[in-house]
């Protein structure tokens, strides 16, 4: 359902960079107590009849405030997606298995034959202004996307397999020829034409195409490149899900109240108010009710495993956490890797992904539920796992006879590079919870424990914002960085990786990482055993190469008022869980 987020230190629900938890070797005989319970949880809440009204209070746990860009091709956090949730409602419902369905906003037909889809926007289904949702309101989504003015980082090489969409974005074009509105743009069809059909194009969050739609009537008149700062992103956005907003408070909260237009019919709550809470204030926040909805912090799952008066549900987000090195920069449109980059040792990169102690880190400190990941494709993605990439273990003496054999010779207390010249790694790690400053300090001690001199890239934690804007700009003081991915439902990395994707944040880009990435989303790949031998290849290659190191993943446990019902975690309730939920009777 989702596209690519960029999470925060703890994630976008509890906590994707558990790898950023206070470090320690050893390990409880309770360690994980913890997961033992999630995996007893269930998805959703028992189902109950539901009353009309009441008030819902939900918590967004963050250190920083929110950036409150609401447009799905402009924002990139998936804290503002979880502000936005309420409202944004996607065009396609998913069985749970993420393949699309037509129960949803929208209808949805593929033709392999003519290489096109047709998106059928339903009657009725009405933005919370009253205006119906139109072919031209899809398709308008497109040209936010690609347009160079709104500077979207949704803009990829995949959505550029859509007839047209490149010489419109080069400004050759002023329409996009692929995209046609069938009953002109207040119809509610548009077929969509491709170069080539892709084999994931079935399941939700492929990349090919949008699933969403902006209110042409509310944007036509803002340019482009003024859209993201407009009162309309900003302060007024409009919706077509179940509520709509009536009051921001810029980066601190939202409320929301039903949208009397919506097209499933009138939601159970009066109002939802969305406030940020600091993740250190979590477990007194679920303790003393100050929230009907609220994630749990896992390393504070010891203080609020008790509380009543609460359903806590629970499942494994498709997310991870991730050590970066910095190999190039994004010039003109493209990944564009320097081969002089300090980082682009490979040596190197094995042996600090080697010295980080990860698994100790993660039992000792979140009661086993967070756990190390070794590859780029989560377990959840079925066979497209490989689960014989065991990924980088915690092993200083591999670590120092990397560095040995490459050349990094120990001057006193550090290496130095093969050249003889001192080594200095710039190391940019986000703020987080009161245990992220030691656990940061935890790895850069391990670091100088095979003699390299890792300091932090401003001498401190950097905020959530401000993080990503230094690794989305390439700032030259960043080697190596510490982020965490909210993944797509369709297995492809193609949007993370290849040579066109903004979110390729390390810049790396190789011949045989763009083989794979194209062979695994190709016309062979319609065969899922030969799609499913280039999803393995391509992970061991990632994990050889060690561009891109994945850390940790966790169990994402959700604290609910036990009077609320219709709450769920299920893909196949996505799209549909806040017209559902309500108070019980």
């Known amino acids: ?11 976008l629900v509890t906590g994707a960079v558990l790898t950023l938890a206070a470090c320690g070797q050893k390990s409880n005989a309770n360690d994980n107590a913890g997961a033992n319970n999630a995996k007893k949880f269930p998805q959703q809440t028992p189902k109950k009849a539901v009353k009309k009204g009441g008030t819902l209070s939900y918590a967004l746990e963050t250190d920083t405030p929110f950036t409150g860009i609401f447009n799905n091709e402009l924002s990139t956090t998936a804290y503002d997606s979880t502000v936005a949730q309420f409202g944004n409602e996607s065009l396609f419902d998913t069985d749970d298995s993420y393949k699309i369905n037509n129960k949803g906003p929208a209808t949805f037909k593929l033709d392999r034959k003519a290489k096109t889809i047709t998106i059928e926007v339903k009657k009725g289904v009405k933005w919370s202004d009253g205006k119906q949702v139109t072919a031209k309101d899809v398709e308008y989504e497109y040209e936010i996307m690609a347009n160079k003015g709104s500077e979207s980082q949704r803009y990829t090489a995949s959505l550029q397999n859509i007839v047209g969409l490149t010489d419109y974005h080069d400004g050759k074009s002023k329409t996009i020829s692929g995209i046609e509105m069938p009953d002109g743009e207040n119809g509610r069809k548009v077929v969509i034409h491709f170069k080539e059909m892709k084999p994931g194009m079935l399941q939700s969050g492929n990349g090919y195409f949008l699933e969403t739609a902006s209110p042409y009537h509310q944007l036509k008149n803002i340019p482009f490149d003024k859209l993201q700062s407009s009162d309309a992103v900003r302060k007024n956005p409009i919706f077509f899900g179940p509520y709509k907003i009536s009051k921001i408070v810029r980066g601190q909260s939202v409320t929301w109240v039903p949208n009397k237009y919506y097209w499933r019919g009138t939601p159970k709550l009066d109002k939802i108010t969305i406030s940020v809470v600091n993740p250190n204030s979590a477990s007194q926040a679920i303790k003393s009710h100050k929230f009907d909805i609220a994630d749990v912090v896992n390393s504070q799952w010891d203080q609020v495993k008790n509380t009543k008066d609460v359903n806590f549900v629970a499942k494994i987000p498709l997310s991870y956490g991730y050590m970066g090195f910095k190999v190039g920069k994004w010039k003109d449109g493209r990944n564009v890797m320097d081969p002089k980059a300090k980082m682009n040792n490979k040596s190197l990169r094995q042996a600090m992904a080697y010295a980080m102690n ?25 066979d497209y796992f490989n689960k014989n990439v065991k990924g980088y273990s915690y092993n200083l003496k591999k670590a120092n006879q990397l560095l040995d054999k490459a050349g990094y010779k120990k001057k006193g207390t550090y290496r130095v590079q093969p050249n003889g010249k001192p080594l200095t790694i710039y190391f940019a790690a986000m703020t987080g919870d009161s245990n992220q400053e030691p656990i940061i300090r935890n790895y850069i001690q391990q670091w100088k424990k095979i003699g390299l001199n890792v300091k932090l890239t401003t001498g401190r934690l950097i905020e959530f914002n401000s993080f990503y804007d230094k690794i989305q700009n390439d700032a030259k003081n960043v080697d190596v960085f510490m982020g965490a991915w909210s993944l797509s439902s369709e297995p492809s990395p193609n949007d993370l990786y290849n040579e066109k994707a903004p979110f390729n944040f390390t810049r790396f880009v190789t011949k045989k990482n763009t083989q794979l990435l194209n062979e695994m989303d190709s016309q062979k790949a319609f065969n899922h055993k030969y799609r499913v031998d280039k999803f393995h290849e391509w992970q061991k290659y990632m994990n050889d190469e060690a561009y891109v190191v994945p850390t940790s993943n966790n169990y994402s446990i959700t604290a609910v008022n036990k009077k609320l019902s219709g709450y769920s975690l299920k893909p196949s309730d996505a799209n549909s869980v806040w017209y559902k939920v309500g108070y019980t009777k």
Do not use: C, N
């Open 358 to 382: 990860i698994d100790a880190v993660d039992k000792r400190y979140t009661h086993g539920l967070s756990f190390r990941v070794p590859t780029l494709i989560p377990e959840q993605f079925g």
């Open 1 to 11: 359902m989702k596209k690519t987020q960029l999470l925060g230190s703890i994630g």
